[in-house]
């Protein structure tokens, strides 16, 4: 079986829950348990778009049974929006196709961060600009305008990775 990045990610996660719930770590157990909510924390927002942001605070092995069923749960969502590093160009409308689903992916957890209203705003106004100056094949303003939206998006944690996928795949169609 061929994993993305993304997919081998969530896996990797997935099988470092199999291996605390199964006992492989012995006496640092609770050290593994810890790192591993930590990481999760990498997910914060997509956590709160379902409503399970505190399951990364029961630092127990239920903590990580709960944590393994909402990665299994949520794997093909969270693979859609952290996306792939393999991206094809082999004509102009899938390209746009994939860069609107991103986009609009990317939207939607604009939307439930914890940005001000403002920022929010301003973020797809950014991200709007960015596609613009994709579709015209225009680099420097793509560019500028990314620059923009990391900007906003580094204030909340978990933000930027959605950013740059949907901008690598507006990239796809400079």
Request: charged share 25%; aromatic share 4%; glycine share 6%.
């Amino acid at each position: 079986m061929t994993y993305t990045l993304a997919e081998s990610g969530i896996a990797s996660l997935v099988i470092r829950c199999n291996n605390i719930i199964n006992g492989k770590y012995g006496d640092d157990t609770q050290k593994e348990i810890d790192d591993l909510m930590e990481e999760m924390k990498g997910f914060e927002l997509y956590l709160q778009m379902t409503r399970a942001s505190t399951i990364i605070n029961d630092r127990t092995i239920d903590g990580v049974k709960r944590v393994k069923g909402w990665l299994t749960a949520n794997a093909a969502s969270l693979t859609m929006v952290k996306g792939s590093t393999s991206i094809t160009n082999n004509n102009q409308s899938s390209s746009e196709a994939n860069a609107s689903v991103a986009i609009r992916q990317t939207i939607q957890v604009v939307r439930m961060s914890q940005l001000t209203d403002d920022e929010k705003d301003a973020l797809e106004l950014a991200m709007s600009r960015m596609r613009n100056a994709a579709e015209e094949k225009d680099e420097k303003g793509f560019a500028d305008k990314l620059k923009d939206a990391i900007d906003i998006a580094s204030k909340v944690t978990g933000l930027v990775p959605a950013i740059a996928q949907a901008a690598g795949q507006l990239a796809t169609m400079l």
